[in-house]
């Protein structure tokens, strides 16, 4: 299926699960983008032989092949379109092998879309989209509760010292935005703000991308480059998923702290750097330096003040805040009126217990409000189980939240088609949800209906 772009450029969406296929098409049409999707290796190579795109997004994963072939047959076919690989978190190894075989980037799923549009902006050189909605500059931390409301009052603290922080937290609990808001209200603030995910560089180019490297220090290094460490001179320097970090660069890591100083890859002489650091991980660091993994000597240098972001569980009547406050942003990023959120929405964003905090939540109301009539988000939109992972309905250690999730979902639809004589329109309008929506639900879940 194509669309008519607003700017001229063509992307081709390679994923076999339809509903993700969707979200990226809707995303990118409201980018302006013509879109074609694919629903594997075949399909895409068949759109790339008859078809000139700007842009390839694949998945990894396909029943007939894996993306890592449409990236190699781009390259043998010289057809010179970017390429970037969705593969799942904490696959780096495909995400390395794609980018050797000529991917110029990666996401990970779950899919942080503003991470995708940043993405496909860079490879499009695509004009910055207008600002925004979204928190005040000063509040990019939203919340009330008292779990929240510590976590702010200990920033304005940590502002005013330029001692190393240590940020806690499950993924997605917004540990970045708490270093930024640190950085921000400091007196570094008018310096650079440099985020660097250490669980995303490969373990050979570590020390490159930190320090930087002369001129001729190895193959292909044929300009003089800054590092990381230069890069945030005079700023902040913000290490997300520290405990990724190798045992061999983290002692080059301490020795840059001790020193303040470092020396770039191929160099002789080393160089004074003035960096505030602060980091973070969702690992128990302490834990990996019990089981060897992390050095204690570095863990006492980063962990001086230790700031706890708490889980969306723990923020009692924030979720319902934060969820306003979200999907507003995204409707009026997307165009759209803003829509309401329906009791059985607001009672299910209540009970549920957000594995990925506000990033999942974010996500969760992107895909809804792309699926929604538009007017009303309700529970079935969500696609939430209002039921714990640990407790008695199936839910556990045991169960992927997917196969949990899919399971309460199959039953919803299956009783509606079973009370409307299997007639999916009526049950569409039963369970409160666009015929289109409820049509892409019952293919990703394998269930036959009638019209």
């Known amino acids: ?13 390679v994923d076999d699960e339809v509903d993700l296929a969707e979200l990226l098409e809707l995303t990118l049409i409201k980018m302006g983008l013509d879109v074609d999707t694919a629903h594997g290796v075949a ?6 032989a008859r078809t000139r795109y700007d842009l390839v997004l694949t998945d990894m994963r396909m029943p007939d092949g894996e993306g890592l072939e449409i990236v190699e047959y781009i ?39 503003d991470q995708l549009r940043t993405l496909v902006k860079s490879a499009l050189n695509l004009e910055e989209a207008p600002a925004e909605a979204g928190p005040l500059p000063d509040r990019p931390l939203l919340g009330d509760s008292p779990a929240i409301r510590q976590v702010l009052e200990l920033v304005e603290k940590l502002a005013r010292s330029q001692a190393p922080v240590y940020i ?26 440099v985020a660097v995910n250490c669980g995303a560089i490969p373990e050979n180019l570590m020390e490159s991308e930190f320090f930087g490297y002369r001129k001729g220090a190895f193959t292909g290094a ?9 890069a945030a001179a005079g700023g902040t320097l913000f290490l997300d998923e520290v405990a990724d970090l190798p045992l061999v660069m983290q002692v080059k890591l301490l020795r840059a702290i001790q020193e303040r100083k470092v020396r770039k890859v191929g160099s002789t002489v080393e160089e004074p750097v003035d960096v505030r650091l602060i980091s973070a991980t969702h690992q128990n660091l302490a834990r990996c330096v019990e089981d060897g993994r992390f050095r204690q000597d570095l863990y006492y240098r980063l962990n001086v003040i230790e700031l706890k972001m708490p889980p969306l569980r723990e923020m009692g009547e924030d979720v319902v805040l934060i969820a306003r406050q979200l ?21 299910a964003l209540r009970s549920y217990a957000f594995p990925g905090n506000v990033r999942e939540l974010e996500n969760t109301l992107e895909r809804a409000l ?15 189980s ?66």
């Open 1 to 13: 299926m194509a669309r008519k772009a607003r700017n001229g450029r063509r992307v081709l969406v």
């Open 43 to 48: 399909e895409a190579r068949a759109a790339l």
């Open 75 to 113: 390259e043998r076919e010289r057809l010179d379109i970017p390429v970037a690989v969705i593969t799942a978190y904490g696959s780096m190894q495909n995400a390395v092998a794609a980018l050797k075989a000529g991917a110029f980037d990666y996401l990970a799923k779950p899919l942080a879309l």
């Open 168 to 193: 806690t937290g499950e993924s997605g609990s917004g540990k970045e935005r708490a270093a930024r808001l640190i950085h921000a209200r400091g007196s570094r603030a008018d310096k650079p703000f």
């Open 222 to 230: 044929d300009q003089d480059r800054e590092g990381f460490f230069q």
């Open 327 to 347: 999907l507003g942003r995204l409707a009026v990023q997307n165009g759209q009126t803003v829509p309401a959120l329906a009791d059985d929405a607001l009672a």
């Open 370 to 384: 792309a699926l929604s009539d538009g007017s009303a988000i309700t529970a079935f939109d969500l696609q939430l």
């Open 386 to 451: 209002p039921q714990r992972l640990d407790d008695e309905t199936g839910g556990g250690a045991d169960c992927p939240l997917q196969d949990h999730l899919d399971r309460v979902e199959r039953a919803a639809i299956l009783d509606a088609l079973e009370k409307t004589g299997g007639n999916r329109t009526q049950a569409a309008k039963l369970l409160g949800v666009t015929f289109r929506s409820l049509r892409y639900r019952m293919d990703r879940l394998g269930l036959a209906g009638k019209d």
